[in-house]
């Protein structure tokens, strides 16, 4: 009977969804994931359900409420993790996507109500994830750009000897950049070029919000300024050179525990082998006793 009433409910829930899509004339399935495949850097296969999700979301930003700070904070935030969309989109697709593990509830407390509990506690975790997902990505590309600025101050520190075009530098490294850090730079190349260089590198260390970027740009505009740097910079590659072992012995900290995992296992198969041949050999000896 239970099963009965969860087929109909889907199915009430499915018609209801196609009549209302005609009646309100959403776009179609197709047109949504375009539109979803257009806010992000990479293109990849959609699912259904998120370009459904992302078209309500559109629909339901229009109620989203959020203060000046939030939002310009947000729209930073999803700017530099590559999320062409706006805040209060990302906010009602969390909200959404939360809400569709909510709505489980509903068969849940036919079928086994203990297990509502567990749809709350999985729908609070879904919204946590997706509202955090855009500073994680920010995060992740924060870390690969770092990793590799200790080469790019080098590099700095190397053509001030001979050079003291700013503009001329950034784009002979970005020939030999990584692919986060390659595309920041492309992006604050063609914003030196149409503006104010100044600007173009203040945007450009708003938008990583990276202390170590920090310091790179304030050099290069001491630089523009008129400053030697050279002193600088030499300073900023010892630091960061410093900086970079550190990360390095932190990384390879973390390798162990992963590799005593496997050494166990291992160890566990050599055992097992090892008691695997003694116990053969004690059962064929008293065989042949008796």
Do not use: W
């Amino acid at each position: 009977m239970k099963l009965i009433l969860l087929y109909v409910f889907i199915s009430f829930s499915a018609g209801l969804f196609l009549l209302l899509s005609g009646v309100l004339r959403l776009p179609t399935l197709r047109t949504s994931k375009i539109m979803m495949d257009s806010g992000k850097e990479g293109k990849g296969l959609s699912k259904a359900v998120d370009a459904m999700l992302l078209d309500g979301a559109v629909r339901l930003s229009g109620y989203i409420r959020m203060n000046d700070y939030k939002r310009s904070r947000m729209k930073n935030v999803l700017k530099a993790a590559g999320l062409g969309t706006t805040p209060e989109v990302y906010t009602a697709y969390a909200i959404l996507k939360a809400a569709c593990v909510f709505v489980m509830i509903i068969p849940a407390l036919y079928i086994f109500p203990l297990l509502a509990v567990f749809i709350v506690l999985l729908g609070i975790m879904v919204y946590s994830k997706e509202i955090q997902k855009a500073d994680e990505m920010l995060r992740e590309k924060r870390e690969q750009i770092e990793g590799e600025l200790y080469r790019f101050v080098s590099t700095i520190s190397q053509e001030l000897k001979s050079s003291r075009d700013v503009l001329s530098m950034l784009e002979h490294y970005k020939k030999n950049a990584g692919e986060a850090f390659r595309k920041e730079l492309d992006i604050v190349c063609a914003d030196m070029r149409s503006g104010s260089y100044e600007a173009a590198l203040t945007r450009f260390e708003a938008r990583l919000n990276s202390p170590q970027l920090s310091d790179i740009v304030r050099g290069l505009i001491g630089v523009l300024r008129g400053d030697d740097g050279a002193v600088y910079f030499q300073m900023l590659t010892h630091d960061f050179k410093q900086a970079e072992l550190q990360r390095l012995k932190t990384k390879s900290a973390k390798i162990p525990p992963k590799i005593r995992v496997y050494s166990f296992a291992m160890l566990m198969c050599f055992l097992f082998t090892y008691f695997a041949i003694i116990g053969y050999e004690i059962i064929k000896s008293m065989g042949t006793l008796f």
